[in-house]
């Protein structure tokens, strides 16, 4: 797996941001995710969603591509800006 994640805290994500990326899942369709990466540079990949974990008090995406992404660094979800869905 590559791994895309910043050493400083994981900042929690709502509820309702978790649901829609449960909604693609589900779907088991392919969706075009933009994250920022260990530089902050965006990364935009298209692949299915695999699973979702959560490691040491952080959650991540596993992508069907091989790409682990922290789910707090994701800025797009299928070209829609997600930080509105984000209260926190």
Do not use: P, Q
């Not at 995406?61 to 299928?78: A, E, Q």
């Amino acid at each position: 797996m590559e791994y895309y994640e910043k050493i400083n805290g994981y900042v929690r994500i709502s509820n309702e941001l978790f649901k829609e990326f449960e909604k693609v899942f589900k779907k088991k369709e392919e969706c075009e995710l933009v994250f920022l990466d260990n530089k902050n540079d965006k990364i935009s990949i298209k692949s299915k969603i695999l699973e979702f974990l959560n490691i040491d008090g952080s959650e991540y995406m596993d992508t069907k591509i091989g790409t682990r992404i922290r789910l707090d660094k994701i800025i797009s979800l299928n070209g829609e800006d997600i930080k509105y869905l984000n209260h926190y």
